[in-house]
Structures are given as C-alpha cells and as structure tokens.
C-alpha cells in the first residue's frame, strides 16, 4: 500500500459520499482504520422532512448513530435501547404515526427544530451534535438548504421519499426522481475546498442508493464539477450483488425505469466522476464484460463490524493503487 501524501494530523485524508444504512456500514468501517479525524462525510439530506413540526434528518441521523455505537443494529435503524412512549400516546390520541420517532430520537429531533428556528445553519448543528454523540470525524450535511427528494411514479404522483419509503413502503412504480430546490442551494464551503485541495487520498462513493442517496448530493451546483475537475481517486463501491441490494427498493426502482439491475447501471450514475469501482465477488465477470475502469470484486456484504473493517481497508488499498 503507497503512503498517503503529507499533511496536518488532525485533517481529513478520506472523504465519503453517503446515504442512510448502507453508506452509514461502510462509514463506520472507514472510521476504524483511519484515525477518526481523517475522515469526513457528506451526507445526502434529500430525506429530510418536517414531521410533527419537527425537522426530520434520517440520514444524517443514521450516521451518526452508527459512528457513535448507538444505533439499533437488529431493527437496522434508529436508536439502541429505544423506547415508544410518545408515538404510543400520539396513536392512542389519533396524531399522525405513519413514521416512527422514538423517545430519544425525539430529543435529537427537538434540539436540532430549535436551533434550525434560532437562525443556526444545519452543519453548524450537525456538527454540535456530532460532537455531542463523541464521533471525531467531520461529517457535514451537503447543504444548509432544504433539498427535497421527489419521486414520480408511474401513477401520475410526485411523492416526497419518506412518503414513498415510509408511508407507501416502496409499493408505486417509479418512472424518475427529481431534487426538488436543489439548484439554488449551496454547498459546504469545508466540502468544495476538500475536493479541490488535492491533500485527500481517496474520494469513495459509498454503496448507498445512487438515486435517493448519491445523486441528490451530486445535485447541488458545485458538488460534481468540483469531483470531474479532482485529481483523487474516486471509487464507487456497488450497492449491488448479483443484481439485487442488499437493503431498500434500488433494484426494484431500475426495473420500472427500464433498467439493468446491474453494475453497469450504477457506474452510468456516477459517468464522468470515478477512477475505479468496487463490486462484489459473485459479479466479477463485470469487470471484464461491462465496466470500462479499473474494477476490483470483493466481499462487499457488510454483516459484522469486522466485514466494515476488511471492506473499507479493500477500497483504501484500491484507491491507493489507482493513485500511483
């Protein structure tokens, strides 16, 4: 493995591009073997929503229960030991109950509305409650500005995600996504002088859902110009095995918009950006019969804490390759 470039201790060395549960595993994998502050996180916020008055940051939520050693790995979302006193009361009332927010959810949930309506920006609060949480890694929404995630189904709807994802549990056909405000928000200046600095040793594009996860970060005006413009290696890694996801409708979403559940469906999201691309092991003939860029196929399925470890050390191996 080549040695990473010179630079201050406490800076970032790896950025990842992340969405909620599967980007969150391989984040956490990258968080072990790097020191914690080398790594840095843009985090897709096109989930988020207002609920109960509240501000809603799934994602970003995710992350952090997963950096930190908080999030109820059984459930596969939310927090661990969670309790449901006020969803159970808001039922029993007739309140709204479609997403489930539990006590201690509710309490991130209620500092960051507040904070949100005392004129602070979402990163600053992000990274408050980062820090609150223990996690040492800068992680940073990819806007202050709400970005919405607007699926177009094939039954004439335009639905916000977590109407589609929560309430609908991915049940309408898909025909395409738009980023709903995305054109007049800006990104994290922290962001855009990373990517264009040249001091990070790898750029990964986490194994998250490229339409609802990667791509409404690749929306933000700036985001994918400065990436296409980076001399750092860039590596995807396929939220795909043998053509289904591991977790959430990507695979059923490709088909109803008349598309491979393929490898070569994910590198067409991300043209024009990666140096290489990470598969799993079952679909190594990809690497010679459909992608056009160095490829490695490894283990990707994430279980255990240890399948985080050995897969984030596999791209940071990789990128180093592809950076000699």
Wanted: glycine letters at 10%; hydrophobic letters at 40%.
């Amino acid at each position: 493995m080549t040695s990473a470039p010179n630079r201050k201790t406490t800076a970032p060395s790896v950025l990842a591009l992340s969405g909620g549960i599967g980007g969150a595993k391989l984040d956490l994998g990258l968080y072990h073997v790097l020191k914690p502050w080398e790594l840095a996180v843009a985090a897709n916020t096109g989930d988020d929503f207002e609920h109960l008055g509240l501000t809603i940051c799934p994602d970003l939520d995710t992350i952090m229960y997963t950096l930190s050693g908080t999030s109820d790995e059984v459930r596969g979302w939310g927090r661990q030991g969670e309790t449901w006193a006020c969803l159970s009361q808001l039922k029993e009332i007739g309140g709204s109950s479609w997403f489930g927010l539990g006590d201690k959810d509710l309490a991130v949930h209620l500092y960051r509305t507040e904070l949100l309506r005392q004129g602070k920006p979402l990163g600053e609060i992000t990274g408050n409650l980062f820090a609150s949480f223990g996690i040492k890694a800068q992680v940073m929404p990819m806007a202050d500005q709400p970005v919405g995630t607007i699926v177009h189904t094939t039954d004439g709807r335009d639905l916000p995600f977590q109407r589609y994802f929560v309430e609908e549990r991915c049940a309408p056909g898909v025909r395409g996504f738009t980023y709903q405000d995305a054109e007049t928000a800006t990104p994290p200046t922290a962001l855009l002088a990373m990517i264009r600095g040249g001091n990070l040793r790898a750029i990964v594009i986490c194994p998250s859902n490229p339409f609802v996860s990667i791509n409404p970060i690749l929306s933000i005006p700036g985001i994918r110009e400065a990436l296409a413009a980076s001399k750092t290696p860039i590596v995807a890694v396929s939220p795909l095995i043998g053509g289904a996801a591991v977790k959430g409708p990507l695979a059923k979403m490709l088909a109803e918009m008349g598309l491979p559940a393929s490898n070569r469906s994910i590198a067409d999201q991300y043209k024009g950006l990666l140096t290489g691309m990470i598969i799993d092991k079952t679909d190594g003939d990809d690497a010679n019969n459909q992608l056009e860029m160095p490829v490695l196929a490894v283990n990707t399925l994430m279980n255990s804490l240890e399948d985080r470890k050995r897969l984030a050390q596999d791209v940071l191996e990789f990128a180093d390759r592809l950076g000699e």
